[in-house]
């Protein structure tokens, strides 16, 4: 019955979890995320007038888009711990620059939101936003790249946990499923690392134009569906699961 249940509300179905117990790791890092979500939210301090109110409630747009692409990172962050259960001396390297890399970026993040969304604003006649802020075209470029930079390096540094991961095939005792699984990731977080420093070049020396460079990131959905298909699942989907052996603790 416990297993029926687990099941049931398990979003990872095709995929056994290693990871039962939570580490210190994992432990750090929720920490740190948390910080950095409070961080995006609260970066404008305590609210004291009317006025900084209405300006707080009208910034909830921003605000909500930059939680909600840091906790994708997270999501992805605890996908990994929990698939896996790795803690060896690189995973701990490389979650810790992936730490870094999130408190560093968790202002600017709320600052490329705040921005996308005064031009938004400014496009429907309101500039007061855009003017407030200092917003012109060079400016905009300026912000695309630094969007660029940090979204390349957070995917990069989840690209080596899962290529890591991927090495570690035989030790995990990985189905032919899971297998498939984790080169799928791995891959995704390569092409995202990719399309971030793309954006880099695209934003600065594309006038005008460059300004959008950011939206390059979007391609990873529909790269994600050629994925798929480059990396098939064998058999029916779940079958390697039921057949898995006794989960593995942590490595």
Not at 164 to 169: E, L, P, Q, V
């Amino acid at each position: 019955m416990r297993s029926a249940l687990a099941a049931a509300f398990d979003h990872d179905l095709r995929f056994r979890w290693r990871g039962e117990q939570v580490t210190r790791i994992e432990n750090l890092s929720d920490i740190v995320f948390a910080l950095a979500l409070g961080m995006i939210v609260a970066a404008d301090g305590a609210v004291g007038t009317v006025g900084a109110l209405n300006a707080y409630v009208v910034g909830l747009v921003p605000i909500t888009g930059a939680f909600a692409t840091l906790l994708a990172v997270w999501n992805a962050h605890f996908v990994f711990f929990r698939r896996y259960g790795l803690a060896d001396s690189r995973i701990v390297g490389l979650n810790a620059c992936l730490l870094l890399i999130v408190l560093f970026t968790a202002y600017p993040l709320r600052f490329v939101y705040e921005a996308l969304y005064a031009y938004v604003l400014a496009s429907f006649g309101e500039m007061s936003r855009a003017e407030a802020m200092g917003l012109d075209w060079k400016g905009a470029q300026t912000i695309a790249a630094y969007f660029g930079a940090g979204y390349a390096l957070v995917y990069a540094c989840l690209a080596a946990m899962y290529g890591h991961a991927s090495k570690r095939t035989e030790l995990l005792v990985l189905t032919p499923t899971e297998h498939q699984l984790t080169l799928r990731a791995l891959w995704r977080y390569r092409v995202a690392a990719m399309l971030g420093f793309a954006v880099v070049p695209a934003a600065l020396l594309l006038p005008r134009l460059g300004a959008f460079a950011g939206f390059l990131t979007l391609l990873v959905t529909p790269i994600g569906f050629i994925l798929a298909r480059r990396f098939p699942l064998p058999g029916a989907a779940g079958a390697d699961y039921q057949r898995s052996p006794t989960p593995a603790r942590s490595v």
